[in-house]
């Protein structure tokens, strides 16, 4: 099985194909998008994140070679719930009993370090 070099044919294309269409990430790749991200990477680093990209690539083109034609587009696989309750009215606690567990306060409010200074 011959693979073609697409970014070698292409001057700047940045994937690597064969026959079956599996995609491979080449070392260039994994320094373009380094370089995106602003990292700098070692040639070990290089070498090994060119395998792990190739690989998660692999398993996207083994998912893209299912047949879908008979599956409905959906946005949610399961359905949504609202797992919260309803937001009613009820009755609070009890002002003296709030402040009491306060640091510092000043008549009925907290009293906070200022955060903002002019």
Do not use: C, W
Request: charged share 30%; hydrophobic share 35%; net charge negative.
């Amino acid at each position: 099985m011959r693979r073609y070099n697409q970014f070698e044919a292409t001057k700047g294309k940045r994937a690597v194909k064969d026959s079956d269409h599996t995609t491979t990430i080449t070392r260039a790749d994994v320094q373009h998008v380094a370089n995106l991200a602003r990292l700098a990477l070692s040639a070990e680093e290089e070498e090994r994140f060119q395998h792990q990209l190739s690989a998660v690539f692999e398993h996207f083109q083994k998912l893209s070679d299912l047949d879908t034609e008979q599956i409905p587009p959906t946005a949610q696989v399961i359905p949504l719930t609202n797992v919260m309750r309803p937001d009613a009215v009820e009755p609070s606690l009890p002002e003296q009993d709030v402040l009491a567990n306060a640091p510092d306060r000043e008549g009925d409010q907290f009293r906070v370090r200022a955060i903002l200074e002019f």
